[in-house]
T-cell receptor
């Protein structure tokens, strides 16, 4: 069964705005990963944050991790229409991964 | 919500044997299913994309004859690892794309080849 829960389930914003997606989980983790999936395509790995890290940046992406709250957030700044996709968090514990239900992001031009 | 059942969750097999992993969408029809593999401490790697009734599309570097994918119905896709070797030991996970529910992941299969 899936471990993580993303919220919101769906998010619609205008181009140029920031998008924040949250992920909560229930068990211990070695790391947490964020992925993007466009319709009909496979997952694209975005960023990995280890359990001893609190924040990571990659381009327009910013990920935070709060292990005390068992939560993570993904921030996409200055969104573009091309960012429209589903975003998933996945927890990795001893090389077993569990995915959340995902957030469907729509960026309107 | 959408549920994808993947089994077995764990399997140990001997070198040279074949192992079949099933991915089943329980309450929706999956037009497309994806198979991934994870190596230790790495992110998922897409192996192949399968569409019901047609041949799977394999990613570069994935052996078609070794990893047989069958998507015979809108609710079932199978991955068969043929003539398994210890280097095939890994975590395999499927995801299913449905018309309403977006993407849903199975719970994964831990394969150990001894």
């Amino acid at each position: 069964s899936q471990q993580g829960e993303e919220d919101p389930q769906a998010l619609s914003i205008q181009e140029g705005e920031n998008a924040t997606m949250n992920c909560s989980y229930k068990t211990s983790i070695n790391n947490l990963q964020w992925y993007r999936q466009n319709s009909g395509r496979g997952l694209v790995h975005l960023i990995l944050i280890r359990s001893n890290e609190r924040e990571k940046h990659s381009g327009r992406l910013r990920v935070t991790l709060d292990t005390s709250k068992k939560s993570s957030s993904l921030l996409i700044t200055a969104s573009r229409a091309a960012d429209t996709a589903s975003y998933f968090c996945a927890t990795d514990w001893n090389n077993d991964m569990r995915f959340g239900a995902g957030t469907r992001l729509t960026v309107k031009p | 919500g959408a549920v994808v059942s993947q089994h077995p969750s764990r399997v140990i097999c001997k070198s040279g044997t074949s192992v079949k992993i099933e991915c089943r969408s329980l309450d929706f029809q999956a037009t497309t299913m994806f198979w991934y593999r994870q190596f230790p401490k790495q992110s998922l790697m897409l192996m192949a994309t399968s569409n019901e009734g047609s041949k799977a599309t394999y990613e570069q570097g994935v052996e078609k004859d070794k990893f047989l994918i069958n998507h015979a119905s809108l609710t079932l896709s199978t991955l068969t690892v043929t003539s398994a070797h210890p280097e095939d030991s890994s975590f395999y996970i499927c995801s299913a794309e449905g018309p309403l529910y977006g993407y849903t992941f199975g719970s994964g299969t831990r394969l150990t080849v001894v």
